[in-house]
């Protein structure tokens, strides 16, 4: 089975079984991050076990990738495979994908110098794809895909988020 067909197979059977019951789309995803050392910390969801670290003129030790890293892998990823997908979806031929994700951000804003925003000013996803489909067919996947993606959603829209803590004391 070629690759896009199973892609193009596995697309539609989520489709069908989340058509006829939309309660089982609906879910929340955990992931646990605690600190190691230092500025460093373990990431951990499922079998799954990442590090992430600070530079060490942040004051980290190199350990793995600073937070920033994993945000724009997530966003370049989420693209990459929405675009095949959507390339399945539709029937058209590709060779590659590559998205770079290029991300504006001020650092004084991250080390409390001022009131510059911590964030990212500006987001970019520069696509380079190989395909012979024609250049209309092509954006119309790569707006579909766009359209449908949940990283670039988060990306483009402010979610609310809540913080509950928990206290404990050592025992000394």
Sequence with gaps: MTTQKRIRDAYNRQR???AKRPAAA??????TVRMTAGLACEIEQGNWR???????????????PD??????AALGACAVQGYAI???KLGLPLETI???????????GILAIDDSPAGYSAVRLVVT???DAEDAAIAHALDEAD?????LYNFERALPVTREVTITRSRA
Excluded: C
């Excluded at 609906?26 to 992931?31: A, F, K, L």
């Excluded at 359209?147 to 990283?151: F, K, Y």
């Design 147 to 151: 359209r449908h993606s949940p990283w």
């Design 86 to 88: 959507w390339f399945a």
């Design 98 to 108: 590559e998205v770079r994700v290029e991300s504006d951000i001020d650092q004084r």
């Design 16 to 18: 069908k079984v989340y």
């Design 129 to 131: 794809i190989e395909s």
């Design 26 to 31: 609906r879910g929340t995803s955990q992931t």
């Design 67 to 72: 937070p920033g890293l994993f945000g724009r």
């Design 50 to 64: 990442f590090t992430s670290d600070q530079s060490e003129n942040m004051g980290g030790d190199s350990l793995g």
